[in-house]
């Protein structure tokens, strides 16, 4: 399963909230929703955010076995 716990984590640290996120990046509300919900996200939106936060994957995502 993959988690978008380190996300958080690296918003805070890089100074940049879901607001930001959403009104200057156009992050979708939904987006966020999702995930908030370690639900399903497309590449696309995973790449973006490690732009926009001047991150690696590994920075916002992490899979962990169930």
């Given amino acids: 399963?993959?988690?978008f716990d380190k996300l958080w984590k690296t918003m805070k640290q890089r100074g940049i909230s879901q607001?930001?996120?959403i009104k200057d990046y156009n992050i979708s509300s939904g987006q966020l929703d999702r995930l908030r919900?370690?639900?399903n996200v497309?590449?696309?939106t995973l790449n973006t955010l490690c732009t926009?936060?001047?991150c690696?994957?590994?920075?916002?995502?992490?899979?962990?076995?169930?």
């Fill in 42 to 44: 497309s590449t696309y």
């Fill in 1 to 3: 399963m993959i988690v």
């Fill in 19 to 21: 607001y930001k996120l």
């Fill in 52 to 54: 926009i936060l001047h």
């Fill in 37 to 39: 919900k370690n639900e």
């Fill in 56 to 66: 690696r994957l590994e920075d916002i995502a992490e899979f962990i076995e169930e």
